[in-house]
């Protein structure tokens, strides 16, 4: 036998022999990833969810996204530090005192400029964000923080799932499902589909569109807040933290389709498992770069999203 011959069988058989080792490889470290992403991708879709929501009826690109994110981040912090208060317990406070806080931006922010156009909106939101992260730094500093909780862990084969990220999963979904059924079962989250369609035809039936946007901004407020929350769990931040998630989100809700809150969730989880799996072939600094290249090809290819919101 011709000895090239003989080194390509020889060849072969090493690759045959390789190959089930090389795809209990490909099972162990890529699966738990993609599993992890899906899971943390619940929490990024309940984040985008917010931006989404107040795009959807006001038509404004909230930049105080990510600064709202960090406050439910310390929110959650200091009453499980400070009060021994379970993180998952205190995300209900944490709904209740960003609703509040909601209500104020709007009032105080938002209220004479929401007919002002694009732009005004825009500065007064950016606005906003530098008055939160500016105080937040003076009082909080920008050294990490990090909740120390533990919720135990499942093994299923090889996979290992953290309690802390199914919880947060549990909760993103609860969340999303609750939030479906107001807008969909409650006469204000019918309120709010209404002006959303058509804000003037809305008023002409007698619904009060000024208290409805304060509303949907109260809403988009509070999943922010939440979704940092459940955020703070399993990852250190610093009041600077939000404007990760918040370019994140805006990923999410192009991908998703802006306006649309279903779409965000299933952009969330498509995010949150593409950085599950992109760490297992390239190094971590990769991942925003791969995240903003779809982004652009989102845009360019299929500007209305998933689902084909305009």
């Known amino acids: 036998m011709p000895l090239n011959r003989k080194n390509k069988l020889l060849d072969l058989a090493a690759a045959k022999r390789r190959g089930p080792e090389t795809r209990d490889w490909q099972v162990t470290q890529i699966l738990p990833s993609i599993i992890d992403g899906l899971l943390i991708g619940f929490v990024y879709g309940v ?125 993103a979904v609860v969340i999303t499902g609750a939030l479906y059924l107001f807008l969909y079962c409650t006469r204000p989250g019918k309120a709010i589909r209404a002006v959303s369609n058509n804000r003037a035809a809305a008023e002409l039936m007698g619904i009060p569109s000024s208290y409805v946007l304060a509303l949907a901004f109260g809403l988009g407020t509070m999943l922010a807040a939440v979704a940092g929350g459940l955020t703070s769990t399993f990852f250190p931040f610093t009041i600077l933290s939000g404007a990760t998630y918040q370019l994140k989100s805006f990923v999410i809700c192009v991908l998703g389709g802006l306006g649309n809150p279903l779409g965000a969730l299933l952009g969330g989880l498509f995010l949150g498992g593409l950085e599950g799996v992109i760490p297992t072939f390239m190094p971590v600094s990769w991942v925003p770069v791969v995240e903003f290249v779809l982004f652009v090809l989102v845009l360019v290819v299929k500007p209305t999203g998933l689902l084909g919101a305009k």
């Open 47 to 171: 984040a985008a969810m917010g931006l989404t929501l107040i795009w959807g009826v006001m038509r404004v690109i909230n930049l105080g996204h990510g600064a709202t994110m960090a406050l439910g981040m310390f929110c959650t912090y200091f009453l499980f530090s400070d009060l021994a208060v379970n993180p998952y317990l205190g995300i209900l406070a944490v709904v209740v005192l960003s609703l509040l806080f909601g209500f104020i931006i709007y009032g105080v922010a938002l209220q004479r400029v929401i007919q002002a156009g694009y732009l005004s909106t825009l500065l007064a939101t950016f606005a906003v964000n530098m008055i939160i992260i500016g105080v937040g730094t003076a009082l909080f500093t920008t050294s990490p923080r990090n909740i120390d909780f533990s919720a135990g862990s499942i093994t299923l084969g090889p996979v290992i799932l953290q309690g802390t990220r199914l919880l947060a999963a549990l909760a």
